[in-house]
Protein backbone atom coordinates (compact mmCIF):
# COMPACT_ATOMS: atom_id res chain seq x y z
CA UNK A 1 0.00 0.00 0.00
CA UNK A 2 2.82 2.40 0.83
CA UNK A 3 4.70 1.76 -2.49
CA UNK A 4 1.77 2.15 -4.11
CA UNK A 5 0.89 5.80 -2.12
CA UNK A 6 4.75 6.45 -3.23
CA UNK A 7 4.50 5.60 -7.06
CA UNK A 8 1.35 7.82 -7.07
CA UNK A 9 2.73 10.88 -6.11
CA UNK A 10 6.01 10.79 -7.51
CA UNK A 11 3.38 10.58 -10.76
CA UNK A 12 1.82 13.70 -9.39
CA UNK A 13 4.97 15.25 -8.69
CA UNK A 14 6.44 14.59 -12.63
CA UNK A 15 2.80 16.12 -13.84
CA UNK A 16 2.62 18.75 -12.06
CA UNK A 17 5.91 20.07 -12.59
CA UNK A 18 5.61 19.37 -16.25
CA UNK A 19 2.27 21.49 -16.00
CA UNK A 20 3.67 24.38 -14.03
CA UNK A 21 6.30 24.94 -16.48
CA UNK A 22 4.04 24.74 -19.65
CA UNK A 23 1.97 27.52 -17.82
CA UNK A 24 5.53 29.61 -17.31
CA UNK A 25 6.22 28.96 -21.32
CA UNK A 26 2.57 30.27 -22.25
CA UNK A 27 3.02 33.41 -20.32
CA UNK A 28 6.44 33.89 -21.92
CA UNK A 29 7.71 34.25 -18.14
CA UNK A 30 5.49 37.73 -18.17
CA UNK A 31 3.27 37.03 -15.50
CA UNK A 32 3.54 39.76 -13.28
CA UNK A 33 2.51 38.62 -9.92
CA UNK A 34 5.29 39.81 -8.63
CA UNK A 35 7.73 41.93 -8.94
CA UNK A 36 10.87 41.23 -10.92
CA UNK A 37 10.08 37.85 -11.42
CA UNK A 38 12.14 38.10 -14.99
CA UNK A 39 15.12 39.18 -13.11
CA UNK A 40 15.61 35.82 -11.28
CA UNK A 41 18.78 33.62 -12.75
CA UNK A 42 17.77 30.33 -14.93
CA UNK A 43 18.62 28.00 -11.69
CA UNK A 44 16.52 30.08 -9.61
CA UNK A 45 13.21 29.51 -12.20
CA UNK A 46 14.14 26.09 -12.05
CA UNK A 47 14.10 25.83 -8.27
CA UNK A 48 11.20 27.60 -8.05
CA UNK A 49 9.06 25.61 -10.76
CA UNK A 50 10.43 22.42 -8.79
CA UNK A 51 9.37 23.10 -5.43
CA UNK A 52 6.43 24.22 -6.57
CA UNK A 53 5.76 21.02 -8.78
CA UNK A 54 6.78 18.96 -5.75
CA UNK A 55 4.33 20.42 -3.43
CA UNK A 56 1.48 20.39 -6.14
CA UNK A 57 2.32 16.92 -6.74
CA UNK A 58 2.31 16.17 -3.29
CA UNK A 59 -0.88 18.54 -2.53
CA UNK A 60 -2.99 17.04 -5.19
CA UNK A 61 -1.96 13.47 -5.13
CA UNK A 62 -2.77 13.14 -1.74
CA UNK A 63 -6.22 14.75 -2.09
CA UNK A 64 -7.15 12.51 -4.62
CA UNK A 65 -5.80 9.15 -3.25
CA UNK A 66 -7.59 9.96 0.02
CA UNK A 67 -10.74 11.36 -1.34
CA UNK A 68 -11.17 8.15 -3.72
CA UNK A 69 -10.15 5.93 -0.85
CA UNK A 70 -12.74 8.03 2.32
CA UNK A 71 -15.16 9.98 -0.03
CA UNK A 72 -15.63 9.30 -3.92
CA UNK A 73 -16.68 5.44 -3.25
CA UNK A 74 -19.16 6.46 -0.82
CA UNK A 75 -20.96 9.61 -2.69
CA UNK A 76 -23.04 10.00 -5.53
CA UNK A 77 -20.72 10.98 -8.60
CA UNK A 78 -21.99 14.70 -8.49
CA UNK A 79 -21.26 15.70 -5.37
CA UNK A 80 -17.96 13.18 -5.61
CA UNK A 81 -17.41 15.77 -8.15
CA UNK A 82 -18.48 19.17 -6.08
CA UNK A 83 -16.55 17.57 -3.13
CA UNK A 84 -13.69 17.23 -5.77
CA UNK A 85 -13.90 21.05 -6.84
CA UNK A 86 -13.47 22.57 -3.45
CA UNK A 87 -10.87 20.35 -2.22
CA UNK A 88 -9.08 21.53 -5.62
CA UNK A 89 -9.56 25.10 -4.90
CA UNK A 90 -8.13 24.92 -1.40
CA UNK A 91 -5.44 23.17 -2.60
CA UNK A 92 -4.63 25.83 -5.28
CA UNK A 93 -4.55 29.06 -2.84
CA UNK A 94 -2.20 26.45 -0.73
CA UNK A 95 0.10 26.30 -3.70
CA UNK A 96 -0.65 30.21 -4.38
CA UNK A 97 0.22 31.18 -0.68
CA UNK A 98 3.68 29.20 -1.20
CA UNK A 99 4.40 30.66 -4.17
CA UNK A 100 3.84 34.29 -2.85
CA UNK A 101 5.99 33.05 -0.09
CA UNK A 102 8.95 31.61 -2.08
CA UNK A 103 8.99 34.39 -4.71
CA UNK A 104 9.29 37.04 -1.87
CA UNK A 105 12.29 35.05 -0.14
CA UNK A 106 14.45 34.86 -3.45
CA UNK A 107 13.23 38.59 -4.15
CA UNK A 108 14.21 39.54 -0.32
CA UNK A 109 10.46 41.17 -0.53
CA UNK A 110 9.30 41.98 2.76
CA UNK A 111 5.93 39.79 2.97
CA UNK A 112 3.45 41.68 5.09
CA UNK A 113 -0.42 40.69 5.19
CA UNK A 114 -1.59 43.48 2.96
CA UNK A 115 0.90 42.57 0.76
CA UNK A 116 0.02 38.40 0.43
CA UNK A 117 -3.79 39.41 0.81
CA UNK A 118 -3.32 42.19 -2.96
CA UNK A 119 -1.57 39.44 -4.41
CA UNK A 120 -3.68 36.60 -3.55
CA UNK A 121 -6.68 38.31 -4.96
CA UNK A 122 -5.33 40.55 -7.50
CA UNK A 123 -6.76 39.83 -11.09
CA UNK A 124 -3.18 38.37 -12.36
CA UNK A 125 -3.71 35.38 -10.27
CA UNK A 126 -6.88 34.46 -11.99
CA UNK A 127 -5.43 32.94 -14.69
CA UNK A 128 -3.47 30.64 -12.68
CA UNK A 129 -6.27 29.35 -10.77
CA UNK A 130 -8.31 28.58 -13.81
CA UNK A 131 -5.20 26.87 -14.91
CA UNK A 132 -4.00 24.76 -11.60
CA UNK A 133 -8.00 24.13 -11.68
CA UNK A 134 -8.26 23.12 -15.48
CA UNK A 135 -5.16 20.95 -14.61
CA UNK A 136 -6.25 19.12 -11.84
CA UNK A 137 -9.77 18.56 -13.46
CA UNK A 138 -8.36 17.06 -16.13
CA UNK A 139 -6.05 14.85 -13.84
CA UNK A 140 -8.78 13.39 -12.22
CA UNK A 141 -10.92 12.37 -15.51
CA UNK A 142 -7.92 10.85 -17.03
CA UNK A 143 -7.83 8.66 -13.59
CA UNK A 144 -11.63 7.79 -13.84
CA UNK A 145 -11.20 7.25 -17.92
CA UNK A 146 -8.41 5.10 -17.03
CA UNK A 147 -10.04 3.07 -13.87
CA UNK A 148 -13.36 2.27 -16.52
CA UNK A 149 -10.58 0.69 -18.67
CA UNK A 150 -8.20 -0.83 -16.20
CA UNK A 151 -5.19 0.34 -15.04
CA UNK A 152 -2.96 0.97 -17.80
CA UNK A 153 -5.30 0.18 -20.70
CA UNK A 154 -5.79 3.77 -21.49
CA UNK A 155 -2.45 4.30 -22.32
CA UNK A 156 -2.43 0.96 -24.21
CA UNK A 157 -5.55 2.12 -26.60
CA UNK A 158 -4.26 5.51 -27.35
CA UNK A 159 -0.96 4.17 -28.75
CA UNK A 160 -3.36 1.74 -30.40
CA UNK A 161 -1.36 -1.31 -29.40
CA UNK A 162 -4.29 -3.67 -29.53
CA UNK A 163 -6.22 -1.88 -32.67
CA UNK A 164 -5.01 -5.14 -34.49
CA UNK A 165 -5.75 -8.27 -32.37
CA UNK A 166 -2.32 -10.02 -30.41
CA UNK A 167 -1.50 -12.92 -28.92
CA UNK A 168 -0.86 -12.80 -25.12
CA UNK A 169 -0.42 -15.80 -22.24
CA UNK A 170 -2.07 -15.12 -19.81
CA UNK A 171 -3.74 -16.02 -16.24
CA UNK A 172 -7.71 -15.96 -15.94
CA UNK A 173 -9.53 -16.29 -12.37
CA UNK A 174 -13.29 -15.99 -12.20
CA UNK A 175 -14.48 -15.26 -8.81
CA UNK A 176 -18.24 -15.93 -8.07
CA UNK A 177 -20.84 -14.91 -5.18
CA UNK A 178 -21.84 -18.76 -3.48
CA UNK A 179 -25.53 -19.17 -2.85
CA UNK A 180 -26.33 -16.12 -5.28
CA UNK A 181 -29.98 -17.22 -6.11
CA UNK A 182 -30.95 -17.43 -2.18
CA UNK A 183 -29.13 -14.57 -1.13
CA UNK A 184 -30.65 -11.85 -3.68
CA UNK A 185 -34.31 -13.84 -2.57
CA UNK A 186 -33.55 -12.69 0.38
CA UNK A 187 -32.56 -9.34 0.30
CA UNK A 188 -34.49 -8.68 -2.34
CA UNK A 189 -32.96 -6.96 -5.46
CA UNK A 190 -31.95 -3.57 -4.12
CA UNK A 191 -30.06 -4.58 -0.96
CA UNK A 192 -28.61 -7.17 -2.99
CA UNK A 193 -26.80 -4.88 -5.31
CA UNK A 194 -26.02 -3.12 -2.35
CA UNK A 195 -24.13 -6.56 -1.08
CA UNK A 196 -22.45 -6.79 -4.44
CA UNK A 197 -21.51 -3.11 -4.64
CA UNK A 198 -19.70 -3.61 -1.21
CA UNK A 199 -18.38 -6.81 -2.21
CA UNK A 200 -16.52 -5.51 -5.22
CA UNK A 201 -15.45 -2.04 -3.63
CA UNK A 202 -13.73 -4.80 -1.37
CA UNK A 203 -12.04 -6.52 -4.49
CA UNK A 204 -10.33 -3.78 -4.86
CA UNK A 205 -7.11 -5.44 -2.69
CA UNK A 206 -6.50 -7.36 -5.77
CA UNK A 207 -4.18 -4.29 -6.64
CA UNK A 208 -1.46 -5.27 -4.57
CA UNK A 209 -1.01 -8.35 -6.43
CA UNK A 210 -1.53 -6.60 -10.01
CA UNK A 211 -4.20 -8.21 -10.57
CA UNK A 212 -6.84 -6.58 -14.05
CA UNK A 213 -10.52 -6.40 -13.35
CA UNK A 214 -11.12 -7.78 -16.56
CA UNK A 215 -14.94 -7.02 -15.82
CA UNK A 216 -18.18 -7.73 -13.31
CA UNK A 217 -20.72 -10.04 -14.84
CA UNK A 218 -23.98 -9.77 -12.15
CA UNK A 219 -21.67 -11.14 -8.89
CA UNK A 220 -19.14 -12.54 -10.40
CA UNK A 221 -15.98 -10.75 -11.07
CA UNK A 222 -12.90 -11.85 -13.60
CA UNK A 223 -9.57 -10.91 -12.59
CA UNK A 224 -6.50 -11.61 -15.21
CA UNK A 225 -3.07 -11.22 -15.12
CA UNK A 226 0.10 -10.93 -17.63
CA UNK A 227 1.93 -14.62 -16.99
CA UNK A 228 4.96 -13.38 -15.37
CA UNK A 229 2.92 -10.73 -13.54
CA UNK A 230 0.52 -13.21 -12.03
CA UNK A 231 3.25 -16.23 -11.25
CA UNK A 232 5.72 -13.87 -9.34
CA UNK A 233 5.63 -14.91 -5.84
CA UNK A 234 2.36 -16.67 -6.72
CA UNK A 235 0.42 -13.29 -7.03
CA UNK A 236 -2.23 -15.02 -8.65
CA UNK A 237 -2.91 -17.44 -5.47
CA UNK A 238 -2.34 -14.84 -2.97
CA UNK A 239 -4.80 -12.60 -4.28
CA UNK A 240 -7.75 -15.10 -3.40
CA UNK A 241 -6.31 -15.80 -0.18
CA UNK A 242 -6.05 -11.92 0.14
CA UNK A 243 -9.51 -11.25 -1.04
CA UNK A 244 -10.57 -14.21 1.42
CA UNK A 245 -9.19 -12.55 4.45
CA UNK A 246 -10.27 -9.03 3.62
CA UNK A 247 -14.31 -10.27 3.45
CA UNK A 248 -13.75 -12.55 6.95
CA UNK A 249 -11.93 -9.50 8.63
CA UNK A 250 -15.08 -7.08 7.43
CA UNK A 251 -18.05 -10.87 8.44
CA UNK A 252 -19.01 -8.21 11.39
CA UNK A 253 -19.58 -5.51 9.10
CA UNK A 254 -21.68 -7.71 6.61
CA UNK A 255 -23.51 -10.20 9.35
CA UNK A 256 -24.91 -6.67 11.02
CA UNK A 257 -26.08 -5.16 7.28
CA UNK A 258 -27.01 -7.99 5.34
CA UNK A 259 -26.96 -10.85 7.69
CA UNK A 260 -24.75 -12.81 5.99
CA UNK A 261 -20.80 -13.10 5.12
CA UNK A 262 -20.66 -13.48 1.52
CA UNK A 263 -18.36 -16.69 0.31
CA UNK A 264 -16.50 -16.13 -3.02
CA UNK A 265 -15.81 -19.41 -4.98
CA UNK A 266 -12.98 -18.91 -7.65
CA UNK A 267 -11.02 -20.95 -11.03
CA UNK A 268 -7.98 -20.36 -12.14
CA UNK A 269 -6.35 -21.31 -15.30
CA UNK A 270 -3.58 -19.57 -17.86
CA UNK A 271 -2.97 -20.29 -21.47
CA UNK A 272 -2.85 -18.10 -24.82
CA UNK A 273 -5.43 -15.56 -26.06
CA UNK A 274 -6.42 -13.18 -28.12
CA UNK A 275 -6.50 -9.59 -26.84
CA UNK A 276 -8.35 -6.62 -29.13
CA UNK A 277 -9.42 -3.58 -29.08
CA UNK A 278 -13.64 -3.63 -29.89
CA UNK A 279 -16.71 -1.79 -30.73
CA UNK A 280 -17.57 1.82 -32.03
CA UNK A 281 -20.45 3.12 -29.98
CA UNK A 282 -18.38 1.74 -26.27
CA UNK A 283 -14.92 0.62 -27.25
CA UNK A 284 -13.62 -1.54 -24.72
CA UNK A 285 -10.51 -4.19 -24.66
CA UNK A 286 -11.64 -7.58 -25.33
CA UNK A 287 -10.00 -11.36 -23.79
CA UNK A 288 -11.26 -14.13 -26.39
CA UNK A 289 -10.51 -17.88 -26.52
CA UNK A 290 -10.54 -21.12 -24.67
CA UNK A 291 -8.22 -20.04 -21.83
CA UNK A 292 -11.62 -17.76 -20.77
CA UNK A 293 -14.10 -20.25 -21.22
CA UNK A 294 -11.94 -22.96 -19.41
CA UNK A 295 -11.36 -21.02 -16.49
CA UNK A 296 -15.28 -20.55 -16.19
CA UNK A 297 -15.87 -23.91 -16.22
CA UNK A 298 -13.06 -24.94 -13.59
CA UNK A 299 -14.78 -22.13 -11.44
CA UNK A 300 -18.55 -23.93 -12.28
CA UNK A 301 -17.16 -27.70 -10.84
CA UNK A 302 -16.37 -25.65 -7.04
CA UNK A 303 -20.31 -26.54 -6.35
CA UNK A 304 -20.13 -30.36 -7.54
CA UNK A 305 -16.68 -30.84 -5.60
CA UNK A 306 -17.71 -28.50 -2.43
CA UNK A 307 -14.26 -26.50 -3.20
CA UNK A 308 -14.09 -23.44 -3.00
CA UNK A 309 -10.86 -22.71 -5.10
CA UNK A 310 -9.99 -24.75 -8.02
CA UNK A 311 -7.09 -24.01 -10.30
CA UNK A 312 -5.69 -26.09 -13.87
CA UNK A 313 -2.76 -28.59 -13.86
CA UNK A 314 -1.01 -25.83 -16.58
CA UNK A 315 -1.07 -23.25 -13.29
CA UNK A 316 -0.18 -25.80 -10.67
CA UNK A 317 3.10 -26.53 -12.79
CA UNK A 318 4.41 -22.73 -12.86
CA UNK A 319 3.63 -21.87 -9.26
CA UNK A 320 6.99 -21.39 -7.03
CA UNK A 321 6.90 -22.05 -3.32
CA UNK A 322 3.76 -23.67 -1.40
CA UNK A 323 4.16 -22.04 1.42
CA UNK A 324 1.11 -20.64 2.82
CA UNK A 325 -1.20 -22.96 1.15
CA UNK A 326 -2.05 -26.88 0.33
CA UNK A 327 -2.77 -28.22 -3.10
CA UNK A 328 -4.83 -31.24 -3.36
CA UNK A 329 -5.38 -33.57 -6.78
CA UNK A 330 -9.01 -33.58 -7.24
CA UNK A 331 -8.90 -36.14 -9.89
CA UNK A 332 -9.44 -36.21 -13.70
CA UNK A 333 -12.38 -33.66 -14.23
CA UNK A 334 -14.23 -33.63 -17.29
CA UNK A 335 -15.47 -30.19 -17.49
CA UNK A 336 -18.88 -29.51 -19.60
CA UNK A 337 -17.84 -28.78 -23.50
CA UNK A 338 -14.43 -30.24 -23.02
CA UNK A 339 -13.62 -33.02 -24.99
CA UNK A 340 -10.67 -34.22 -23.07
CA UNK A 341 -10.74 -34.34 -19.00
CA UNK A 342 -8.13 -31.68 -17.43
CA UNK A 343 -6.13 -32.57 -14.35
CA UNK A 344 -7.95 -30.02 -11.40
CA UNK A 345 -6.43 -29.16 -8.01
CA UNK A 346 -7.95 -27.77 -5.21
CA UNK A 347 -6.37 -25.32 -2.76
CA UNK A 348 -6.46 -24.50 0.76
CA UNK A 349 -4.57 -21.68 3.03
CA UNK A 350 -2.81 -23.27 5.87
Same mark, same amino acid.
Given at each position: MYKNYVSRILFYILIWIIALAFFTFLRE???????????LKIFQQIGVHLILGIFAGILFG? %??????????????????????SLGYLLAIFALLSLAIFVFSGILEEE????????????????? %?????? #???? #???FLSEVDKKFGPGNLRKMLSGKFYKP??????????DLRSSTSIAERLGHIRYSELIQDCFRDIS?????????????????? #??????????????????LAFQEKIYSKRK?????????????????????????????????????????TASRIQNECNILGKDFLISEDIKKQLGSKEGFDLKFEGNIQLKGKTEAMRIYSLNSV
Open positions: FGQDVLKDYTSS %IQIVFEKYIFKKIAFGAALLVGLHINLYRELLLSKEVVP %IIVYCF #LVAS #LINKEEERIFMFLIVKKYKAEIYQYVGDEAV #LTWEKEKGLKNNRCIKTYYYSEKYEVVPEFKAGMHMGIITVAEVGEYKREIAYHGDTIN
